[in-house]
């Protein structure tokens, strides 16, 4: 895929434009039921702020023995919107539910959708393991201004993501695409940060997705080992030399490689370079004034 394949081609994260599907309809009561007290509950999370990976890195390890990918499952998206007094009726039997597998040394993991971070600590059981996905806020807003359609996402998530991000930081309103995209990586690292602050007793790893590219194998290893899977040998090498390096995550009959990305972030930080610089230093002065901002920031710093 080239450069302007890329910017015009009709991918937004999060399948926020979705065709709509008929689904058969079976109440939740019932589902609910049948989850035994002693079903499994050991599934693998990954959380992001979207436009970092997750994809790629969910589809990576599915490819490895005896794990399941499961990525974006639109009920996690629904139940994020529940009101928090009705949330736990749906919670409580989805860690069970996803942890379902077609054999008994098989391993789920779960890829959920970017907004989905807000319930994280309500799907990850105690003892459990998830994967916290994220890019250095410069990173992430030139590789929303390489994308036309991402900025497009911007304006359809801007609202939600204003009423989420409320009470964990102040910001102004944005006046560019750049700030427009420093207030998505605020929403969405926030959202991590305070999720992280509320799971003790899990075990989370955080994951720059540009420190994963400079070293596929490596990196893909350590986040298998974390999970507790067991590849067999020479099993990572030939994923992160295959195919799925090659191609967008999302839409695989598309060519997008590593090096791509870096030259079209590279572009669009040039291009774009004082509107980020000024979209950085907003993220800065907010963070005086927001605990969590200020800890994604320290957390995010450039190497």
């Not at 990576?60 to 009920?75: H, T, Y």
């Not at 304006?155 to 939600?160: E, F, K, T």
């Not at 870096?262 to 000024?278: Q, T």
């Amino acid at each position: 895929m080239d450069r302007e394949a890329y910017r015009s081609a009709s991918f937004l994260d999060d399948r926020i434009l979705g065709e709509p599907r008929e689904v058969a309809v079976l109440p939740w009561a019932e589902l609910a039921a049948a989850v035994t007290p002693n079903a499994r509950t050991d599934a693998r999370w990954i959380f992001h702020i979207g436009h970092v990976g997750s994809t790629l890195v969910a589809r990576m390890l599915g490819e490895l023995q005896n794990v399941l990918s499961i990525r974006e499952p639109r009920i996690l998206r629904d139940v994020a919107g529940v009101s928090a007094a009705r949330r736990p009726a749906f919670t409580v039997a989805l860690p069970a539910l996803f942890s379902r597998t077609f054999a008994r040394n098989q391993m789920a993991i779960v890829k959920a959708t970017s907004f989905v971070s807000e319930i994280a600590p309500e799907l990850v059981p105690i003892g459990e393991r998830t994967l916290f996905m994220f890019a250095t806020p410069r990173t992430y807003i030139a590789s929303i201004l390489a994308g036309e359609n991402s900025t497009k996402e911007l304006a359809i998530l801007a609202p939600s993501r204003a009423e989420r991000v409320a009470d964990r930081a102040t910001l102004p309103k944005p006046s560019n695409a750049a700030e427009a995209a420093a207030w998505a990586w605020a929403c969405e690292m926030t959202a991590l940060e305070r999720a992280a602050e509320a799971m003790p007793g899990r075990q989370v790893q955080w994951l720059d997705f540009d420190r994963f590219l400079r070293d596929v194998p490596r990196e893909l290893a350590g986040a298998a080992e974390f999970f507790g899977f067991d590849p067999e040998p020479n099993s990572i090498e030939a994923v992160a030399e295959g195919p799925l390096m090659r191609r967008y995550s999302k839409a695989l009959e598309y060519d997008y490689s590593p090096s791509l990305r870096r030259d079209l972030i590279a572009e669009a930080d040039m291009a774009n370079r004082e509107d980020i610089d000024r979209a950085l230093a907003m993220l800065q002065s907010a963070a005086e004034s927001s605990p969590l901002l200020a800890r994604a920031l320290d957390r995010a710093k450039e190497p």
